[in-house]
């Protein structure tokens, strides 16, 4: 499916892609305000770059099992501001920079022991975000900068044991978080990575951590014990 291909068509609600295309072009279906819901069949290797972003009435992404989609690009769901609830397939591997960036009505999210990269501010103002799922078995080893940021419904969230890194800015603005648990094998949080936590109550840093950036704990006010 080409670029641009139903760009700004206001007019489109609902979207079953052929069978026999094998990726979602950039952009494709970008400001498309009112669709609702789209299947994504499984012949689809790849979602790429602002394929839906700015849909603001899409609630529901089908994916047909079994899935094919190893890739979500950057961008690709941003501002998709009525998007409840996705279920990311278990052949997914990367999801880009800014994928699900300003979906404020997704309310949870799991991620699977495939997935080995998650972009920068990927779900950054997420602001009804409420449960993070990592498989025990999870192999992101870093979660980057502004990945969570903003997700201020967020309540606690266990951070799996293959991360080493914290990026800068990564739980920024959690105002509702209390409680996370950061793994051992951990080396490095980086600038203002829980910054504006102001429910956070207290936080246990391993003795792996190296490095503690600037401002990681400034305006968390409620923490009482480190």
């Given amino acids: 499916m080409h670029v641009f291909c139903f760009k700004n068509n206001y007019r489109l609600r609902r979207i079953a892609i052929p069978s026999s295309i094998i990726s979602i072009g950039d952009d494709s279906f970008s400001a498309c305000a009112s669709l609702v819901q789209v299947t994504i069949p499984h012949s689809i290797k790849t979602i790429k770059k602002k394929a839906f972003q700015g849909c603001i009435s899409l609630e529901q992404v089908l994916f047909e099992n079994p899935s094919s989609v190893t890739s979500i690009e950057s961008f690709a769901f941003d501002e998709c501001s009525s998007l409840k ?20 009505s997704l309310k949870q999210i799991s991620i699977s022991t495939s997935i080995t990269n998650i972009g920068e501010s990927a779900f950054n103002g997420c602001s009804s975000l409420k449960q993070i799922s990592f498989d025990t078995s999870a192999k992101v080893s870093s979660i980057k900068p502004d990945t969570f940021c903003k997700c201020s419904s967020l309540k606690k969230i266990s951070i799996p044991s293959s991360v080493k890194f914290l990026g800068h800015h990564t739980f920024n603005d959690c105002s509702s978080l209390t409680e996370i648990e950061i793994p051992s094998y951990v ?16 936080i246990l840093i391993p003795s792996s951590v190296t490095s503690i950036g600037e401002g990681v704990f400034v305006y968390c006010g409620s923490l009482k014990e480190i």
């Fill in 187 to 202: 080396t490095s949080i980086d600038n203002y990575c829980f910054a504006g936590c102001s429910s956070l109550i207290q």
């Fill in 85 to 104: 609830q996705i279920e990311i397939p278990s052949s997914v591997t990367s999801i880009g920079d800014f994928c699900f960036n300003l979906c404020s």
